[in-house]
């Protein structure tokens, strides 16, 4: 073959190449988007305000702390599906919805998905940690970010509210407003996402 015969063909693999890489969402944008639209009858009953993104967003990055006061940050959770809950013990509907979040680490938390409830309080810790032992919230990790950054980074003006990121750190729907998270609605959406990561 002559010489302008290879460099034609070669020409025209670099330029497909670069096509597949500059597609929107990348190599893995029809298995995200497919899992999407199958999710969306799902979104019923308790989490039927529940918003499915068509294409996931990248969470920001935020750190917060625990109730020992060590640093953590959303990437410290790569490789599960994590929901995400913002609330705060001055919060009437988040009291109400924690016990139900806690059952449902219960329920689904392993090394394929956690809940990730995320104080937005400003007071002393040790008062959230009161909270947990009143509300007998006993699976749920106490973390907790004074700063209220994290809040912001996610630009959330009201609580409780709820995001839902998949393993590669993306955000892939969000809620505002209390849930019963253990309810059987919630819990076969999220589940939804876990079996398909």
Known sequence: MALGGL??????????????LWMPGGDDAPDTEA??????????GQVANFILYERPEPAPAITFTDEAGKPHSLADFRGRVVLVNFWATWCLPCKREMPSLDRLEATLGSERF?????????IAV????DFYFDQKIADLTLYIDQTGNSQ????????????????????VGRMVGPAE???????????HFVDRQ
């Open 7 to 20: 460099a034609a063909i070669a020409g025209a693999a670099v330029i497909a190449v670069v096509a597949l």
């Open 35 to 44: 899992a999407v639209q199958t999710a969306q009858p799902l979104v019923t």
């Open 114 to 122: 956690q809940v990730l409830a995320l104080s937005q309080d400003k």
């Open 126 to 129: 040790s008062k959230v940690r």
């Open 152 to 171: 912001r980074a996610f630009a959330v003006t009201g609580l409780p509210a709820t995001v839902l990121i998949d393993t590669r750190g993306r955000v």
């Open 181 to 191: 998270w253990d309810s059987p609605e919630a819990v076969a959406l999220l589940r």
